[in-house]
């Protein structure tokens, strides 16, 4: 399970030289990841007054998020990684970095926030940081606001664990292509059902969660979910899409990366489908 100590560890030891854009090697460049895989998913939600960013790193998102609000609040455990943030988006005066305990919102206003983002960051989250973070929504979302989560649904696939842990057997079935040895400090017990109670008992919906296959074949590892307040007028049904094709998008948009956008100055060695 990835706690909060770990993940203060993590990323505090963590060589930062690159930013996190080594994460995007996957889609060849981190404008294509935005562009091609993110900016689709959220582009009904942009642009709006306030964002709440959780986990930024170094701003590999924040980047551009910024083009998108008046103001932007981007909170992290990691004081590394806050005072990169600061450093980098120095000239930006609407946009505000804060070091939380790896759980707290306290930093952000009552009914302040529109929308609340995080990708590539919490599915290193458990269960009780999850938990914590969404019962803060009701008190910083504005009536409309929405919150757009990429966390971890690994701990739908208990047996897929158990049988990584077995040495021989999981080092084969990864040599057949069918089992992926490593799953990027995703935590094992977060899954998609659980993000869904999380929210009904804050009197949120979750309007739409789509499980994606994030490195690895025929495993939904990964889920991205919308949630809104009750009342909102995006207030809806949950409506889960399956998607065992995010891996095929990736790879899609890996080509297209040579021709149009600037390639990463490394060569990826964090490999991602």
């Known amino acids: 399970m990835a706690t909060v100590e770990w993940n203060l560890k993590q990323w505090c030891l963590y060589d930062w030289d690159y930013r996190g854009d080594e994460w995007s090697a996957g889609w060849g460049s981190v404008e294509m990841q935005w562009y091609g895989s993110i900016l689709p998913r959220i582009q009904r939600l942009l642009p709006v007054e306030a964002i709440l960013e959780i986990a930024p790193g170094f701003g590999r998102w924040t980047q551009f998020l910024k083009e998108h609000c008046q103001s932007l609040i981007a909170v992290d455990l990691s004081e590394k990684c806050i005072e990169g943030c600061r450093e980098r988006f120095r000239e930006h005066e609407h946009l505000k970095f804060y070091v939380n305990d790896g759980k707290s919102l306290a930093m952000v206003p009552d009914n302040s926030v529109d929308l609340v983002f995080s990708f590539d960051s919490l599915v290193h989250a458990d ?122 998008e990736v790879r899609y948009l890996r080509k297209l990366a040579p021709l149009y956008t600037k390639q990463l100055d490394r060569k990826p060695d964090i490999k991602v489908s």
């Open 127 to 248: 269960p009780s940081v999850m938990k914590a973070y969404i019962s803060q929504f009701p008190r910083i979302l504005t009536r409309n606001g929405v919150a757009f989560l990429h966390h971890s649904n690994y701990g739908s696939y208990p047996i897929y664990q158990k049988i990584r842990g077995v040495r021989i057997l999981g080092a084969a079935l990864a040599h057949l292509g069918i089992l992926v040895l490593n799953q990027g400090w995703r935590d094992g017990k977060m899954t998609a059902d659980q993000l869904v109670l999380f929210a009904e008992e804050q009197g949120l919906k979750c309007m739409s969660q789509e499980l994606i296959n994030w490195g690895a074949r025929g495993v939904l590892n990964d889920c991205l979910s919308v949630i809104v307040r009750s009342n909102s007028p995006l207030a809806r049904s949950n409506r889960v899409l399956r998607n065992n094709s995010f891996g095929s």
